[in-house]
Every structure is written in structure tokens, then in C-alpha cells.
T-cell receptor, first 114, second 113 residues
């Protein structure tokens, strides 16, 4: 398996533009997580899905952020409009919600908003 | 609410020396505990995990960790550090299957030749 695949790996955009980050979880996994990593706040959980359904989005910073999981093999995290303070590395992770299973992380998307 | 504290932000050790990275957690029940490693520009890779049973857990790359319920700790150890171990290490705690992980702030490890 290729692991969790995120695209793009790097994104530079201007303030006010819409940004869409993409994630393909590992086949067979039924939980998907979006994390954000910054120097100031470390790793923060933004939202997670079980069986394509959002379970907890309390970590989403504000209404500018939205996430979808239209099917078991694809998820998006959208920021509209983007702001410089959104600059961070965004990680997607997936796991199978069986006993004793861990989350597998993608390589991340480094977002820079100028 | 669950939380994780990694008291050491930076640690520097000499190559070949032993290593211990500290992790303290707060959680109301028996936790799921994890150590992940992140190399520069990379995602997080699982080193080891504890769910139940033997409190001394062996992981990849020669790492081990010990769960001490009385101290709410899950410290990571390695008897002899290699230069390639230089990275950032994250401790994480999770609830039961299906719930999200809460990460500590990370410890950046530097290895001196």
C-alpha cells in the first residue's frame, strides 16, 4: 500500500484565495483525521471522520475552514478565504477502528499564505 | 479532557549515549499511548504503542517505552543513540478505538558526533 497520500506537498497562495488540500487514506481504513502543525501550537486535531461522517470538528479554527469526505477514499480540507496565520503544515492520517490499531500519517502539505 | 506533556523541548546527546524522553499524560481511564517520530519535512512515523498488557513495550529502531500508571508516564528510551535518531519525537494519548489522538508538544533530539 502506498500509505496516506496528500496533495499538494507544498502550496503557496495569496491572502484571500481559496485553498484546497487533499487526502487519500489507506484503503480499508475507516477513520480519517486532519491535523495542523505550527511552531506555536504544535500538532492540533482539526476534525476527524468515522465512516465518512464528521464526528468532531471542534478543532476547526473558524468558519473559513471546512472539510468533506465524500467517500471512503478521499477527503478535502478547504480554507476560504485564506489568511497568513493559516500558514502551517497540514497532516492527514487514517486508521482502521479495530482493536489496537494506530493512525498512519501522510507526508503533509506545507501551506504558505502570503 | 486528555492531555500530554513533554517537559523537554530540546535534548542533545552524544552518539552512543543512552536516551530517555519524558512523557506525562492526563486521562481518566486506561489510555492508549503512542510515540511517533518526525524527521525534517516528513510525516509522523509510529515508533511504538501501548494498549494493555506488558508495561514495557518494544518498538522499531531499538526504542522501548515503559507505561507507569502510578506516575502517569510513558517515557521513551534507547540504550545507544545513533546520529540518524536526530528528529522530533511526539508522545500521544488516545481514548478507545475510533477516537482522536492528543499530542504532546514534542521533543527535538539532537545527536552530537
Amino acid at each position: 500500500d502506498a500509505g496516506v497520500i496528500q496533495s499538494p506537498r507544498h502550496e503557496v497562495t495569496e491572502m484571500g484565495q481559496e485553498v484546497t488540500l487533499r487526502c487519500k487514506p489507506i484503503s480499508g481504513h475507516n477513520s480519517l483525521f486532519w491535523y495542523r502543525q505550527t511552531m506555536m501550537r504544535g500538532l492540533e486535531l482539526l476534525i476527524y471522520f468515522n465512516n465518512n461522517v464528521p464526528i468532531d470538528d471542534s478543532g476547526m479554527p473558524e468558519d473559513r475552514f471546512s472539510a468533506k469526505m465524500p467517500n471512503a477514499s478521499f477527503s478535502t480540507l478547504k480554507i476560504q478565504p485564506s489568511e497568513p496565520r493559516d500558514s502551517a503544515v497540514y497532516f492527514c492520517a487514517s486508521r482502521w477502528t479495530g482493536t489496537n490499531t494506530e493512525a498512519f500519517f501522510g507526508q503533509g502539505t506545507r501551506l504558505t499564505v502570503v | 479532557a486528555q492531555s500530554v506533556t513533554q517537559p523537554d523541548i530540546h535534548i542533545t546527546v552524544s552518539e552512543g549515549a543512552s536516551l530517555e524522553l519524558r512523557c506525562n499524560y492526563s486521562y481518566g481511564a486506561t489510555p492508549y499511548l503512542f510515540w511517533y517520530v518526525q524527521s525534517p519535512g516528513q510525516g509522523l512515523q509510529l515508533l511504538l504503542k501501548y494498549f494493555s498488557g506488558d508495561t514495557l513495550v518494544q518498538g522499531i529502531k531499538g526504542f522501548e517505552a515503559e507505561f507507569k500508571r502510578s506516575q502517569s508516564s510513558f517515557n521513551l528510551r534507547k540504550p545507544s543513540v545513533h546520529w540518524s535518531d536526530a528528529a522530533e519525537y511526539f508522545c500521544a494519548v488516545g481514548a478507545d478505538a475510533g477516537n482522536m489522538l492528543t499530542f504532546g508538544g514534542g521533543t527535538r533530539l539532537m545527536v552530537k558526533p
